[in-house]
């Protein structure tokens, strides 16, 4: 974690200040240190990513962090997720609409199959996920391409550890549909749109409940392991993101999935 990286934290909890203590860098990065909070919750920096999770999550979550910690090497390797990025990647960047001068967070990063092109579009980045084993992977890329514009943290999309309005632009695909009920899901819209900037630029896909899956497939259900998911009709995504966000458009080019482009009203 860069020092840099502290005015855009705030607690998960409180939403208040965190004050950073150091206890190992390396050059600029602390490697080891706490967050601590205003109401006394400290939050451990290991492996120099901050580890900001509330202490209270749904068993389904807690579920769902367990399976991607153990799967990362698998998803990392997914051939047809990284052949459809061909399409994908492109297309979430055109409804992102980034300027090189944005601050953006990527919410739900996995093990970073987009984050280093994002990263390439903006000034500064911020990449959550709840699985510490994905945002290692995505740590070791980063290095490896020398990417320094990308703070990793560890923190759930229902309860970011953001200032309000610290991000020009927020992108997030693929993870609203494994955030489990319409609670939750309404939780992360709204964490969501407070920490975009008024009138900031949303982009994010989730999975689609087509023709196919309505022959084929379940609504609603668990991938292997223990990873909820649920498709999305056109209209429950236009009304579950109607509630932080005005939805410009939703569009069904992404095979599976929709991708809606939103702004914060
Ligand atoms: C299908 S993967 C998509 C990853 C990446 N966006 C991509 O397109 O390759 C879903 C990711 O969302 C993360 N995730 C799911 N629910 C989350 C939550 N409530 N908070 C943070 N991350 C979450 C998972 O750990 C996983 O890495």
Do not use: F, I, K, S
């Given at each position: 974690m860069l020092p840099t990286f502290l005015p855009f934290l705030a607690s998960p909890e409180t939403g208040g200040p965190l004050t950073l203590t150091v206890r190992r860098r390396e050059g600029e990065e602390i490697i080891e240190g706490s967050l601590c909070d205003d109401a006394g919750q400290s939050y451990p920096i290991e492996q120099g990513i901050p580890?900001?999770?509330?202490r209270e999550m749904r068993d389904a979550q807690i579920s769902e962090i367990a399976a991607r910690d153990a799967q990362v090497v698998e998803y990392d390797k997914m051939a047809f997720l990284n052949w459809f990025g061909k399409v994908e990647i492109p297309l979430t960047r055109r409804a992102l609409g980034?300027?090189?001068?944005d601050k953006l967070l990527e919410a739900g990063?996995?093990?970073g199959r987009m984050s280093r092109i994002l990263a390439g579009g903006v000034q500064e980045m911020a990449a959550i996920d709840f699985s510490f084993e994905s945002l290692r992977v995505v740590q070791k890329k980063l290095r490896n391409a020398g990417i320094t514009n990308v703070h990793l943290a560890q923190a759930d999309l229902c309860c970011l550890p953001f200032a309000s309005s610290a991000f020009d632009r927020v992108v997030s695909c693929?993870?609203?549909?494994?955030?489990?009920g319409p609670e939750a899901r309404a939780a992360a819209v709204a964490s969501l749109a407070r920490v975009l900037k008024p009138s900031g630029t949303l982009a994010l896909s989730a999975y689609k409940h087509s023709l196919m899956t309505r022959a084929f497939g379940e609504k609603e259900g668990m991938h292997d392991g223990g990873i909820p998911f649920f498709r999305f009709t056109k209209s429950e995504l236009r009304e579950t993101l109607g509630a932080g966000f005005k939805v410009h458009s939703v569009t069904g080019a992404l095979v599976y999935l929709y991708l809606a482009q939103c702004t914060r009203s």
């Open positions: 580890r900001l999770l509330p980034a300027l090189p001068t990063c996995g093990t693929q993870v609203l549909e494994h955030v489990p």
